[in-house]
């Protein structure tokens, strides 16, 4: 093993490994320079792919002082260490974004430009270091559906809604170096980057390693089944890597998930997704990485293993890894990627130890077996994509959900209500409504648009039925929001996209619409029909979200399902049917409609060619007239428009002195909220729809908004302004404080007892310069990687979040804001320790002299005290912390403050 003497050295040095360990093959036609990890140390062939490539990151980018050969050592020790909570530096090779969380990155890049001069600073300093790329794809609306020109119609709304939010991005592409910006009705980040972003293997400079990227969106790790090492981060902690700071993160454990066999007939890849989410979410990945091995992988097309990667964040791991292999080269060559390219990764990846074989000899954490035959169809719901229901049993688990009490599993509907039926009319067309009615009906998400198989099975399934005469009933809005201009184009081919389009799913744009909770309206008779009679209408998606009102706010229940049953259930107009016994109607069953695997695969061999890609990806940051058309400023500074509800100068550098704060105890701490399990981002900061009276709302309406062009929380993430008003506006939210079973964004204001929205609330506590917390119960902040839900808290005055435990991407978030995550020890929680929320609470964390996850006491005013553990997990957070949050540490490091 490589030792060195130099870690106590006081700056950057020369990269030991230099010497021994860099060598030279052939690449692009020249000769180009890798470091042979795989010669460093004998126990390289017992480490995990995953873990490989951070490997080679400490190795290239050691230099004794950020990254150290230490660094190098515990990794190599992997097996040892994985359970020690030690920390790695880790450089990833490239960021990617999508406007949601892309526009706040850039307002904070702009911002901190402004604060660095004001501190004397060279403001060019902030500037991304690293390849940053941000594709427009969150914005787009299902404003219209079911017509010829919905993607037209919708693509405009959607440049007319947003061009502030564009201009400022273009700019932004102008004004920052490294910043590529892939135009609005392009695609999904996450399939953009799959079919053309991802390098796999770089060649920078004649220098070669392996593609990494973190992003601003959870499902990142799509990228995972490329074989290219990503997750989710938040945007604060995006920023700093593009500002080449490490990002600091606890060496993981790494679950090993063995495939076997094969799938059966008649399932798809979205099933055996569902199945894998049930599974890893019953051992519990939390932090770790799972990679998958085995026989099984082998028989799994690229597209099927990039759907099962981009669902990490639901089954809980950061990463859902599958290794370079066979397969990967053949779908490089299938999407164009150029012969030059293609032998570079192969043959990279072959003379470092990165290429898969199945006589792997690896050693992981944790083992799991799934045997693909044992794989059958179903879907997830009704309110959380882990909670996976075998299709034939979903009937009787409906009506389960129908009696239980309101959760993640009930509605509380009474039993005689069950059979009520309401007939109505729908745009002049006869329709009927009851529980589990479905009303929309959307093939969407980069999980599954990306898989040309499940695509074509949805085309197959819409030309069946045609054929057999069925029609989608009156009152469901369908949908198809194709993930990149590819699907289009095999779905034309293949004559396919004609029968969707007869169906009534016509492309509607470009980008994440239905999932995200860009669903749009749904008819007003058939919301009125829902609202008048309580009904529990449904939504059926073939998303990998589908949390309470995510994907519209009248939608109860919302299953997750692959796209070809996200038609049949369509057809049939309700959830609760079983499609073995019961006939979707005229007597036609599923199984009549249903394509046959081999009809699947020989469409995909037909019609999917390495020249559709060829011709998309040629002009990508081209096609969007309109994008081309905005005139913008240039300039090294952005100049703030004090008029804009869009972009704002957000407040957090305000009063910024070059010297770190510190962590100041906490006294006398107000609770604003109590919260139960599997509180959500989008609970926190939800994306969609500004409910009309809401503290959002009165805002924008202050500002002259009407109440039409209010768009969404998620293109408003720009401005501070109205994003702290709209944090913890989510209609379904669960505050205990309030009372059980009551839920909305309400709290109860301890010193009058008065019932308010929490930002007002929270408003009154700041100006009485009142410190607040939160309670919580289990995987607080799930959900989308969302870092307005760690912005929120922190305008709002939260100081302090003490939970049963905090989904990973959040609790980064939360420290990042400098907001301090402390976790229940073990089996206690607000309801065990008798706390009720209306306590005040004092946190002595001694003088901010911190260690990772110690022990802190937090004492109530009424003589109760409890003992928790100190969820900042590294030394780099606790400097995070102790300057106020990661972008100050960021910004005092760049004008050598720190």
């Not at 060195?4 to 036609?29: E, I, R, V």
């Not at 300093?125 to 940053?132: E, T």
């Amino acid at each position: 093993m490589f030792r060195t003497s130099m870690l106590l050295a006081k700056g950057p040095q020369a990269n030991p490994f230099n010497a021994k360990y860099l060598a030279s093959m052939a690449a692009d036609g020249a000769e180009a320079k890798y470091y042979q990890i795989n010669k460093i140390d004998s126990k390289f062939d017992s480490l995990p792919f995953s873990i490989r490539v951070l490997l080679e990151s400490a190795v290239r980018n050691c230099d004794e002082f950020d990254i150290t050969s230490k660094t190098v050592e515990n990794i190599f020790d992997w097996s040892t260490n994985c359970t020690k909570s030690i920390e790695i530096p880790f450089k990833p090779a490239r960021v990617v974004l999508q406007d949601f969380t892309g526009v706040p990155c850039v307002v904070d890049l702009a911002a901190m430009r402004d604060a660095t001069q004001r501190l004397g600073g060279d403001a060019k300093v902030i500037n991304p270091q690293i390849p940053v790329n941000l594709v427009v794809d969150h914005s787009v609306q299902v404003d219209c559906a079911g017509t010829p020109d919905a993607a037209d119609f919708n693509q405009n709304m959607e440049m007319h809604r947003n061009h502030e939010r564009f201009e400022f991005l273009k700019w932004g592409s102008k004004s920052f170096d490294n910043l590529l910006i892939v135009p609005p009705g392009s695609g999904i980040v996450h399939q953009v980057n799959l079919e053309y972003l991802a390098h796999v293997i770089f060649n920078s400079k004649g220098l070669l390693y392996p593609d990494s990227v973190v992003g601003t969106d959870s499902h990142t790790t799509m990228i995972n089944g490329l074989g290219v090492v990503g997750w989710g981060v938040g945007g604060i902690e995006a920023e700093a890597g593009m500002l080449g700071q490490s990002l600091s993160m606890v060496l993981p454990e790494v679950v090993g998930y063995k495939f076997t066999g094969k799938l059966p007939e008649g399932c798809t890849a979205t099933d055996l997704v569902l199945t894998v989410v049930r599974n890893l979410r019953k051992l519990g990945v939390v932090g770790k990485f799972v990679e998958f091995y085995g026989p099984g992988v082998s028989e799994l097309s690229l597209a099927d293993r990039a759907t099962i990667a981009n669902m990490a964040p639901e089954y809980g791991a950061t990463t859902g890894y599958f290794p370079i292999d066979a397969e990967t080269i053949k779908y490089l060559k299938n999407t164009n990627r150029t012969p030059e390219q293609v032998a570079r990764i192969e043959d990279y990846a072959k003379a470092v130890g990165l290429f898969r074989t199945d006589k792997e000899n690896i050693r992981y954490t944790h083992n799991l077996e799934l045997d693909l035959s044992s794989v059958v169809p179903c879907v997830a719901g009704p309110k959380r994509p882990h909670d996976n229901v075998a299709l034939r049993d979903l009937p009787k688990d409906f009506k389960a959900c129908m009696s239980a009490k309101t959760g993640f599993k009930g509605f509380g509907i009474p039993e005689a209500e069950h059979g009520k039926k309401v007939a109505y009319t729908v745009d002049g067309k006869p329709a009927t409504m009851q529980h589990g009615s479905v009303v929309i009906a959307a093939i969407t998400s980069c999980t599954n648009t990306s898989n040309p198989n499940v695509l074509v099975a949805a085309g197959i399934v819409a030309r069946k039925a045609l054929e057999k005469g069925l029609k989608v009933p009156a009152g469901i809005k369908t949908s198809l929001s194709p993930g990149s201009h590819v699907v289009t184009k095999y779905l034309e081919s293949s004559g396919l996209q004609k029968s969707l389009d007869d169906l009534g799913f016509n492309t509607t744009g470009y980008g994440c619409m239905t999932c995200i909770g860009n669903s749009g309206e749904i008819a007003p008779e058939v919301s009125k029909c829902i609202t008048d009679n309580n009904f529990v209408a449904a939504a059926v998606l073939s998303g990998n979200r589908n949390f309470e009102a995510r994907i519209h706010p009248l939608t109860a229940a919302n299953y997750l399902a692959s796209p070809p049953l996200v038609v049949a259930y369509a057809l049939a107009g309700r959830v609760d049917i079983d499609f073995a016994t019961e006939p979707i109607a005229n007597g036609i069953f599923l199984r009549d409609i249903w394509p046959t695997n081999e009809e699947i695969a020989q469409t995909v061999e037909n019609h999917v060619t390495p020249q559709m890609f060829k011709e998309v990806y040629a002009n990508i940051t081209t096609m969007n007239k309109a994008w081309n058309e905005l005139k913008v400023t240039e300039g090294e500074f952005y100049q703030w428009d004090p008029k804009s509800t869009y972009i704002h100068n957000p407040p957090y550098f305000d009063g910024m002195t070059k010297a770190p704060p510190g962590l100041k105890s906490i006294e006398g701490a107000a609770c604003v909220a109590v919260f139960g399990d599997s509180i959500t981002t989008d609970h926190i900061s939800p994306a969609g729809n500004i409910a009309k009276d809401s503290p959002a709302a009165k805002f924008l309406q202050a500002q002259g908004v009407e109440r039409k062009d209010f768009n969404t929380y998620g293109s408003r993430r720009g401005n501070d302004e109205v994003m702290v008003r709209g944090t913890f506006a989510n209609t379904r939210l669960g505050n205990k404080l309030v009372g059980e079973g009551q839920t909305g964004p309400f709290t109860i204001y301890h010193p009058t007892g008065e019932k308010m929205y929490i930002f007002d609330a929270a408003m009154k506590y700041r100006q009485a310069n009142v410190p607040t917390i939160i309670l919580a119960g289990k995987e607080y902040g799930s959900g989308s990687s969302r870092d307005w839900a760690a912005k929120g808290p922190f305008l709002q005055g939260v100081k302090c979040v003490v939970a049963e435990s905090f989904e990973r991407i959040h609790r980064s978030n939360l420290v990042g804001m400098g907001i301090v995550p402390l976790q229940f020890k073990d089996g206690a929680s607000p309801q065990s320790l008798g706390l009720t929320g209306k306590e005040k609470f004092s946190i002595d964390f001694g003088k901010g002299e911190l260690r990772p996850r110690q022990d802190i006491t937090v004492q109530c005013d009424n003589g109760k005290s409890f003992v928790a553990t100190l969820r900042i997990d590294t030394e780099m957070e606790v400097k995070y912390v102790e300057n106020g949050g990661i972008l100050n540490y960021v910004l005092r490091s760049k004008i050598g403050a720190v």
